[in-house]
């Protein structure tokens, strides 16, 4: 299984970017596929996953949108006034089974 994320880049405070994540594989093949984040000196944390349901994390609900392109299976994240605080290096996660995989991270900074 491969996750190849992009999408990240410089943005400022109030603006939007969408990450991708090409996945190898038909992304119904797992049983969550979403987004994480890492800030720097901080742990990696959910941001969003497909799993049955759609989850978010407090902080995005509202301005994150997940979704997924079955055709070319793709994974998206449309993330809308973006925040300082949102500045990460954001991975691609799909969990099948009990294995986890992640994609390569994309750096994606938020400017005051």
């Known amino acids: 299984v491969q996750l190849q994320a992009s999408g990240g880049g410089l943005v400022q405070a109030g603006g939007s970017l969408r990450l991708s994540c090409a996945v190898s594989?038909?992304?119904?093949?797992?049983?969550?596929i979403g987004w994480y984040r890492q800030a720097p000196g901080k742990q990696r944390d959910l941001v969003a996953i497909l799993r049955g349901n759609t989850d978010y994390a407090d902080s995005v609900e509202a301005r994150f949108i997940i979704s997924r392109d079955n055709v070319k299976n793709t994974v998206y994240l449309q993330m809308n006034n973006l925040k300082p605080e949102d500045t990460a290096v954001y991975y691609c996660?799909?969990?099948?089974?009990?294995?986890?995989?992640w994609g390569q991270g994309t750096q994606v900074t938020v400017s005051s």
């Open positions: 996660y799909a969990m099948q089974r009990l294995q986890a995989y």
């Open positions: 594989e038909s992304t119904f093949n797992f049983n969550g």
